[in-house]
């Protein structure tokens, strides 16, 4: 985030998360690149002791009880230690933790929420289904009510930190006649009987995270476990939309900024025709633009966040935000990890420097918490209504008739 307009309070808590970086072991970072490590407990524990677990939510339950922009700071920050890492620290503490806040039982709060911003204990969001992930209202998952229990039984893949996960928060069809925003309940899963989790993925990048299958035969959850009550699932859905989409588009501005300091530092210092390779304009030229999409990914996160801050801005206009927010910087981040591997040639392809792993973690920001056709969608979706809602209504001027053919009104066909 920019420095320039960071309170002291910001930058403090921005040098806090920085310290917290530094602190994160080296052999961490490349045993999970190796798979060594499956789920790095310890990089949780610490991030709990430090109180940088839960930025947003309420200081009773151990979280900072600040606000989206200071979320957005230490997300970028994060970022920088490796996108496994930034995964694993917004999935449970701001994404999991942020819907027991809002929906869940005092209970809950207490018996998920605490452990889980000190380090002590991690919950898994468990949407995509091995049918799709795209189409969630098609889940298949299935919840049958047993008593005052429910008993689920069904599959979940590619879930961030399944391997070590204690809880999972699980949408399953619990109403399955019903509309699809009253099909599913949200349930809080317990690491219980019937709970398998398998660490199956052969991954790309984001290594080491625990990314797994989960199998749930015949659960029982009891009623209290639902967040948002029995059929309530497509409220949490939606809130949750916010953290996974802005926290995402965050962490990876951190994921990527490293890719492009390598860079510059490397096109300055390496030669070719007798100068520094920096002097050449298509060198420095796709560092400059780097630079100018990391400044542009920054103002399209800051003043989303303030939008969601101020409370003021309606929350069609926050979802197209959002979904611009995560769409925009996770295709900057990716035309900058590609630059950045460009302009250091063949030694950038090699592991010598970590490029080559930034550009296949940055990959999976495109795909993963909704791919970015998705985001297109929801785009598309309310820019239109608030077109036709709100902007085509506003006290301005109509530039349509500027032009000079304007009152040729049967040349503007329509159908
Ligand atoms: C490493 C990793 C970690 C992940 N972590 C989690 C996690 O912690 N929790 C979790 O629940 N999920 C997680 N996911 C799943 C991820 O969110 C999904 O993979 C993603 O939402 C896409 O779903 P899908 O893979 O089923 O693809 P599909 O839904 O089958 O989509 C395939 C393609 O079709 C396109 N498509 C589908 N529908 C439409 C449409 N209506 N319009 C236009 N295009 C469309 C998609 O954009 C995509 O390009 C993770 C995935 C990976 C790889």
Redesign the pocket.
Known sequence: MFDYIMTDEQLKLRNEARDFVKWVPREMILDMDAEKIHFPKEFLKEAGKRNLLGIRLPEQYGGRGLKWVDDCIVAEEIGVASYSLA?LWG?GADIVCEAIVEFGNEELKQEIVVPLLKGDVYA?????EPR????FFGATTIAKKDGSDWIITGQ??????AEGADWFMVYAVTNPEGQPHERLTCFMVPRTKGVETKYI?G?MG?RGGG?GRLILNEVRVPERYALNGINGGFDVFVKNMIPERLGTAAMTIGSVRPAIEIATRYTSMRKAFGQPIANFEAVGFKVADSVMLLDAMRSLVYSTALAIDSGKVHPGRIRRMVSESKKFVTESAWTIANNCMQVMGGIGYTNVYPIERIVRDIR?SM????????M??IIQNEWYKEYFKVISKENIRDVEQDAPGADQIEEKVYE
């Open positions: 995964c999935v898994a969001e468990c949407l995509t799709g992930g795209s189409d979940k893949r590619f879930i961030v930190g993925y991954l984001v990314a999976l795909i993963w918490v909704g791919t970015n056709e998705i297109d969608l």
